[in-house]
């Protein structure tokens, strides 16, 4: 079965200090692995995407990902966060067989000044 | 390019009335993805389309809930018959025609769906 996992509700951080947002997935045959933020009363935009290659991704508003296979996991990091980067997260996981993408149910980030 | 575009941003209805929530995708795309957002939930898939058929309904509750995405025109959500547990935020994405896993979905703002 295909199912994603964020086990932290919600996630405080002091700006300028690194952040880890946590994502663990399920899915047959190799995960197509996505992040996606979410500000209030918007629609989700695309932050980074594994598909292969290199394990750490970069992404925008200097996001990164480490993909960690032997741990099925797809923790979202940056080095000094932003308040700005206050939002909703979401950790994703696409069946490369269906394609069909299943989010994880949201971490909110609140980074205080 | 204009991206994916939801209308209308929010919509009222009385329980036992028809909701239907339209979705045009970014300009070429053919696949479009219908998702469901509850107050302190995560995102819910509901329904997997490409032109003029349905890939993967697995998400979609099996009455009073179908959607479509025709040759021509925008895909529709549709709910009839609406209760109070159906208020929600849905979310349409879409994805290029190729369709492949490594593609990113393109999200709209939503419709917020609130039945009285």
């Known amino acids: 079965a295909q199912s994603v996992a964020q086990p932290e509700d919600q996630v405080n951080v002091a700006e300028g200090n690194p952040l880890t947002v946590k994502c663990t997935y399920s899915v047959s045959g190799n995960p197509y692995l996505f992040w996606y933020v979410q500000y209030p009363n918007r629609g989700l935009q695309f932050l980074l995407k594994y598909i292969t290659g290199d394990n750490l991704v970069k992404g925008s508003y200097g996001f990164e990902a480490e993909f960690n296979k032997s741990q099925t996991s797809f923790h979202l990091k940056k080095p000094s966060a932003l308040v700005s980067d206050s939002a909703l997260y979401f950790c994703a996981v696409r069946s490369p067989i269906t394609g069909k993408l299943i989010f994880g149910q949201g971490t909110t980030l609140q980074v205080k000044p | 390019n204009a991206g994916v575009m939801q209308n209308p941003r929010h919509l009222v209805r009385r329980r036992g009335q028809e909701a239907r929530l339209r979705c045009s995708p970014v300009?070429?795309?053919?696949?479009v993805y219908w998702y469901r957002q509850l107050p302190e939930e995560g995102l819910k898939f509901m329904v997997y389309l490409q032109k003029e058929n349905i890939i993967d309904e697995s998400g979609m509750p099996k009455e009073r809930f179908s959607a479509e995405f025709p040759k021509e025109g925008p895909s529709i959500l549709r709910i009839q018959q609406v209760v109070r547990g159906d208020s929600a935020a849905y979310f349409c994405?879409?994805?290029?025609?190729?369709?492949?896993?490594?593609?990113?979905?393109?999200f709209g703002s939503g419709t917020q769906l609130s039945v009285l």
């Open positions: 994405a879409s994805s290029p025609p190729t369709g492949g896993p490594n593609e990113k979905l393109f």
């Open positions: 300009k070429g795309h053919s696949h």
